[in-house]
């Protein structure tokens, strides 16, 4: 069998059509830009020895298939990231690409509670529309749109290998193993174990995405658009890490699992969006990252707080909601997370890559156990930040 017959067969065991084909979907043309993106992606990042495909499914998952050794991304996971971004766009985030008159913000009532899975369903789909979406004609904000979905889907990748860069599959005797990464609906069946995977995988991504979106925020510095973006987004790799860590954020939140945070954080498989960003960043006190020195850590960690809510608050028309930093100090959070940080070593690669077993080279993503004083030190600090 084909490498992609095994994937059809794999997928079907999940309930699974098999691999999308992207030429059926012929008025979203960001599917094949994501397909080609995907698989550019997981072979300059393994050098070749990992695969990658969309696959033909509603549901709002990505998965790693060891066996078959293959990213996958859900059709559904693709439509939610571009309907993130889409929103964003349309709303008026970033008003200074393409010159965007202020806009009035009105609190829309039934975006006061319901939760993000519910949200999620209600943004409207996107397409190459430009009737539904004018702003397609503006250089400036597809520009925008473009980096934002990039961004998320190239972190949902990267979290994928993440996973076989830690060589979470080989625990498995299983002889389909499948790392199935479901969000946006109910969250059981987790444990610290599960929640110590997560995390490598969520810090190993972050750290690959920093840099992969440093350079190509660099390649495109001499198109107007490239130039554009790179003012509004990388003045420095701070502000890098800025953009990306509220982005990522807005990932986090808006694929939640329902009702995490009354839950039983035992129970946990993902932890709660603002766990999750608190927990990646930490790991730039630790070890900081590109040319950001550690201590600007604290710094990010509040400004993107602080950015991504507004643009929560621009994308939803609903009223902030900054005082999840505080509840990181929560007792049973700073308890969940020590049992993480004890877990993270079981979890994490050493000695580089799983998927290259002749690999000796350590870089300092590898040692994704950010400091037990990190989290604490990331929530302490409330609302005060200095632009």
């Known amino acids: 069998m084909?490498?992609?017959?095994?994937?059809?067969?794999?997928?079907?065991?999940?309930?699974?059509?098999?691999?999308?084909?992207?030429?059926?979907?012929?008025?979203?043309q960001f599917f094949a830009l994501y397909e080609y993106d995907g698989r550019q992606l997981c072979n300059l990042v393994t050098e070749g020895k990992i695969f990658f495909n969309l696959a033909d499914s509603p549901k709002i998952n990505a998965l790693a298939l060891y066996r078959e050794k293959t990213v996958i991304v859900c059709r559904g996971m693709l439509e939610a990231i571009l309907k993130i971004a889409a929103e964003?766009?349309?709303?008026?985030?970033?008003?200074?690409?393409?010159?965007?008159?202020?806009?009035?913000?009105?609190?829309?009532?039934?975006?006061?509670?319901?939760?993000?899975?519910?949200?999620?369903?209600?943004?409207?789909?996107f397409t190459c529309d430009k009737s539904r979406f004018p702003w397609l004609e503006s250089e400036d904000r597809l520009a925008l749109f473009t980096i934002i979905s990039s961004t998320m889907f190239r972190f949902v990748v990267l979290h994928e290998l993440g996973h076989f860069f830690h060589g979470h599959g080989q625990r498995s005797s299983e002889d389909h193993f499948v790392e199935f990464d479901g969000v946006a609906g109910p969250d059981s069946g987790g444990n610290v174990d599960a929640q110590a995977r997560e995390t490598s995988a969520d810090a190993y991504a972050f750290g690959i995405l920093l840099q992969l979106q440093r350079d190509h925020l660099k390649s495109q510095k001499h198109e107007s658009f490239g130039r554009r973006l790179a003012n509004?987004?990388?003045?420095?790799?701070?502000?890098?890490?800025?953009?990306?860590?509220?982005?990522?954020?807005?990932?986090f939140h808006m694929t939640e699992s329902s009702g995490i945070r009354q839950s039983d954080p035992n129970s946990w498989?993902?932890?709660?969006?603002?766990?999750?960003?608190?927990?990646?960043?930490?790991?730039?006190?630790?070890h900081g990252a590109l040319a950001v020195p550690a201590e600007a850590g604290p710094r990010i960690l509040q400004t993107a707080v602080l950015r991504s809510e507004a643009l929560l608050t621009t994308m939803l028309d609903r009223l902030h909601a900054i005082e999840w930093l505080g509840s990181m100090n929560d007792p049973k959070f700073l308890a969940q997370y020590s049992a993480i940080y004890e877990a993270l070593p079981r979890w994490s690669s050493s000695a580089g890559?799983?998927?290259?077993?002749?690999?000796?080279?350590?870089?300092?993503?590898?040692?994704?156990r950010p400091p037990q004083r990190t989290a604490a030190r990331t929530g302490q600090r409330k609302s005060h930040v200095s632009e």
């Open 2 to 28: 084909s490498r992609e017959e095994d994937v059809t067969f794999t997928l079907q065991l999940q309930n699974i059509r098999g691999i999308l084909d992207v030429h059926t979907i012929p008025d979203n």
């Open 88 to 125: 964003l766009v349309t709303r008026g985030a970033y008003p200074r690409l393409g010159n965007l008159a202020d806009r009035e913000w009105i609190v829309n009532p039934d975006q006061l509670f319901p939760s993000a899975h519910e949200t999620l369903k209600s943004l409207t789909p």
């Open 232 to 251: 509004e987004f990388h003045k420095s790799d701070e502000d890098l890490a800025v953009f990306l860590s509220s982005i990522v954020f807005i990932y």
């Open 269 to 286: 498989r993902h932890p709660p969006a603002a766990f999750r960003l608190t927990t990646v960043l930490a790991g730039l006190l630790e």
């Open 353 to 368: 890559p799983r998927w290259n077993e002749d690999s000796t080279e350590h870089d300092r993503w590898t040692d994704v």
